[in-house]
T-cell receptor, first 113, second 112 residues
């Protein structure tokens, strides 16, 4: 298993541009989540999904959209990037049978100029 | 979810046991204690969790006080690769998608 994969690893955007951060998992986990981590801070939840076709907002959802058309994929969309969205983004997946453990991807570093 | 308090940083000599404390004085009866760690530039990694009994796995041991107001994560034989930020998190079990509240954690530095 590759686990949780994220692409790209690093991205530079200009203010106002749009982009999609990709997240995929091959462990057939029902739950998936997106977090952001700013320097010196803990992780903050952006959006999450408890299954295909179901998404919900986390602590900091503004400026981000998500969809979950398949169990494997959970892309995060920035419709109009802002400098405040400069951060490291982590995707995580959780199995239904062991909800105590979240498996995190390696992260995407995003710089918005 | 109950709040947790951890020291911002700790040092430990390689090969010694690393004991990381966490205070969670407002923990509720149905809340578990979780520990994750984040090695520099990587995603967080699950270590261990427990409710009230002490727990041990291949990575670490978790000691929870009888009143459950504090806990200690023990790495029995620390190596340089254990240098990371360690997060103590308290939350109700289950609901695995709706997020873990990560504070600032403890930066553990293993000294050679």
């Amino acid at each position: 298993n590759a686990g949780v994969t994220q692409t790209p690893k690093f991205q530079v955007l200009k203010t106002g541009q749009s982009m999609t951060l990709q997240c995929a998992q091959d462990m057939n986990h029902e739950y998936m989540s997106w977090y952001r981590q700013d320097p010196g801070m803990g992780l903050r939840l952006i959006h999450y999904s408890v299954g295909a076709g179901i998404t919900d907002q986390g602590e900091v959802p503004n400026g981000y959209n998500v969809s979950r058309s398949t169990t494997e994929d959970f892309p995060l969309r920035l419709l109009s990037a802002a400098p405040s969205q400069t951060s490291v983004y982590f995707c995580a997946s959780t199995p239904l049978e062991n909800q105590e453990t979240q498996y995190f991807g390696p992260g995407t570093r995003l710089l918005v100029l | 979810d109950a709040k947790t308090t951890q020291p911002p940083s700790m040092d430990c000599a390689e090969g010694r046991a690393a004991n990381l404390p966490c205070n969670h004085s407002t923990i509720s009866g149905n809340e578990y204690v979780y520990w994750y760690r984040q090695i520099h530039s990587q995603g967080p990694q699950y270590i261990i969790h427990g409710l009230k009994n002490n727990e041990t796995n291949e990575m670490a041991s978790l000691i929870i006080t009888e009143d459950r107001k504090s806990s200690t994560l023990i790495l029995p034989h620390a190596t340089l690769r254990d240098t990371a930020v360690y997060y103590c998190i308290v939350r109700v079990a289950g609901g695995g998608a709706d997020g873990l509240t990560f504070g600032k954690g403890t930066h553990l530095i293993i000294q050679p």
